[in-house]
């Protein structure tokens, strides 16, 4: 179909005369680490919080930790963003919010991107952990209240470190989407992977070996993430349960 | 030189040959036209007054209306009794690997003919030619490009502005944050609310930006010029007789004057969304083009 191919495209000087299009590309890649390392340290905290929450006996907790799972679970991730990013600032108090908007856009970008990836990550995380502690035979928990350990000490010592160690691998799936998910973040015009590959595609008319690169590189930090996730599995896996010996 | 004057001697004979009707289906395009009696046709869905969508969610626009030109030019050539057009909607991200992958066979928006796309596809006779200019808040003291030192700029993702405005930055060391919208609708809710103080874009789609605005009288297109650039339609590469026919069709629309009627509908009178006049007059380059039709890029 008459496509002209030339791999030399990465080392050429870009469009803005500082740089190759391989510099763009590893600036990319650096934006997409950072920013999904970033969403998914608040993504754990925030899920393990929640999945506990839903399983404890307090009614009113239960209930609110299950209407946030269900609240950033059902909406799709690009109209959270939107959310995030164009309309929060708006309802702020017009002061603050034009300040806010004045900002440095690519703090905003990030801070909306990882906040927005973080909450819809730790709602599926939530409902990882909670699986987790469903899945410990009940008499766990009757023992641990019945040797005089309080609620919170229970889970504490006894529940949740068997919690923690049985999802790790349904927890490595999220991982690996958080990554694949920060594509979506290129929408509100953050720099990242995907968004770099967009914009080597505009500015030298090579799409194939942009999209080519970009997937090569997602493959890579995926990868890279699996091999040290399974390593992980293996050192903390309960002996007699999925992933033990 | 044999190489050469063998290429002139078959370009003259397949040009020769091309008059003849009997051979006019040389070309993929033309023949997958024929064959299937129906064309894809790529449109955007925002470049105001180009080609964007009305109110009904029909794709109008001036653009569009000199491609439905085209396509007329294609259909009577073809001796086709009817011809079915499909409609696509495009992006600037998009719109090179659609037409090269063979979904879309002709392009009429607001895409600019340069010597870099020229490597990866082809372009029919200029249809527009703009300048790329500045849009700002009325009052906001934005006046021209020196104003924009260590603000927030706004421009669309994958455009030639966005290309000079990171090279500006980066020569004359200006410290603006250059924000790439998605596209021109999300650039234009960027500077409404104010997370840039000016969007820099083709001038005639600034226009068309402000007449989607709320409050049209609040923004004004400032600056000077830092660029022209010729828009033409998109065709696919090596398919020199598809290219000929477009060619020629938009020509014959330039020359009797029917270009210049489209272009009055569209740019000199009210136009929808909001039933807004950009009241751009014709300009002197544009004249030129309508009178001596050309594919030149000015890059």
């Known amino acids: 179909m008459g496509y002209q191919w030339n791999w030399g495209v990465f080392l050429s000087p870009s469009a803005s005369g500082d740089d190759t299009y391989l510099g763009w590309m590893f600036a990319g890649f650096k934006m997409t680490i950072a920013l999904s390392l970033t969403a998914w ?6 899920g393990a919080l929640v999945g506990v929450l839903r399983t404890v006996p307090n009614k009113t907790l239960a209930g609110l930790a299950t209407a946030y799972v269900e609240m950033f679970r059902n909406v799709p991730l690009l109209v959270q963003l939107f959310i995030w990013y164009f309309v929060l600032p708006e309802l702020l108090p017009t002061s603050i919010g034009d ?34 502690i469903n899945s410990l035979p009940k008499g766990q928990k009757n023992a641990g209240l019945a040797l005089g350990f309080t609620l919170p000490q229970t889970y504490r ?45 505009d500015y030298t008319a090579q799409p194939y070996e ?36 | 030189m044999n190489r050469f004057a063998f290429a002139a001697a078959f370009a003259t004979a397949l040009s020769a040959v091309s008059t ?13 036209i024929k064959d299937t009696a129906s064309i894809t046709l790529g449109h955007r869905e925002s470049s105001i007054p180009f080609s964007y969508y009305d109110d009904k969610q029909q794709v109008i626009g001036y653009s569009h209306e000199l491609m439905l030109k085209a396509v007329e030019g294609i259909k009577a050539e073809l001796k086709l009794a009817k011809i079915d057009t499909k409609l696509m909607p495009v992006t600037s991200a998009n719109r090179i690997t659609l037409i090269q992958n063979g979904t879309v066979d002709i392009e009429c928006g607001s895409t ?18 703009i300048g790329t200019k500045l849009m700002a808040k009325k009052g906001a003291g934005i006046n021209d490009f020196a104003d924009l030192a260590g603000k927030n700029v706004v421009t669309t993702a994958g455009t030639t502005s966005e290309r000079l405005i990171r090279k500006m930055n980066e020569d004359k ?17 960027t500077l409404e609310t104010g997370r840039a103080i000016a969007f820099m874009m083709d001038d005639a789609l600034l226009y068309g930006e402000i007449a989607k605005a709320k409050k049209a009288s609040d923004w004004i297109v400032t600056g000077t010029a830092q660029s022209k650039e010729a828009y033409g339609c998109m065709l696919r590469k090596d398919d020199p007789e598809f290219k000929k026919l ?29 039933g807004l006049n950009l009241n751009m007059a014709l300009s002197d380059e544009m004249k030129t083009a309508y009178k001596a039709p050309n594919d030149k890029a000015f890059e």
């Open chain 1, 99 to 132: 300040a806010y908007k004045q900002s440095h856009p690519v703090m905003q970008q990030f801070l909306a991107s990882m906040i927005c990836l973080g909450l819809f990550t730790s709602a599926r995380v939530a409902e990882q952990v909670r699986a987790g």
């Open chain 1, 157 to 201: 010592h006894v529940m949740l470190p068997m919690a923690f160690r049985l999802v790790v691998p349904p927890l490595t799936s999220e991982f690996l989407n958080i990554f694949k998910n920060s594509a979506v973040c290129s929408t509100i015009g953050l720099l990242e992977l995907a968004a770099q590959g967009r914009q080597l595609v």
């Open chain 2, 112 to 129: 600019t003919n340069n010597t870099e796309r020229q490597k990866q596809v082809a372009f029919s006779n200029s249809i527009f030619i």
């Open chain 1, 41 to 46: 340290v608040l993504a754990l905290m925030l």
């Open chain 2, 246 to 274: 477009v060619d020629a069709s938009l020509a014959k629309a330039m020359t009797s004057g029917d270009a210049e009627k489209i272009y009055a509908k569209w740019f000199m009178n009210p136009i929808p969304p909001k």
């Open chain 2, 173 to 189: 060391q200006m410290k603006m944050n250059v924000i790439s919208a998605k596209d021109h609708g999300e650039a234009f809710l």
């Open chain 2, 20 to 32: 003849l009707p009997a051979h006019a289906q040389e070309s993929a395009t033309l023949k997958k």
């Open chain 1, 210 to 245: 942009s999209f080519i690169a970009v997937t090569l590189s997602y493959v890579l930090i995926n990868v890279t993430v699996m091999t040290l996730m399974h390593k992980f599995e293996r050192r903390i896996a309960v002996p007699g349960y999925i992933g033990g010996k």
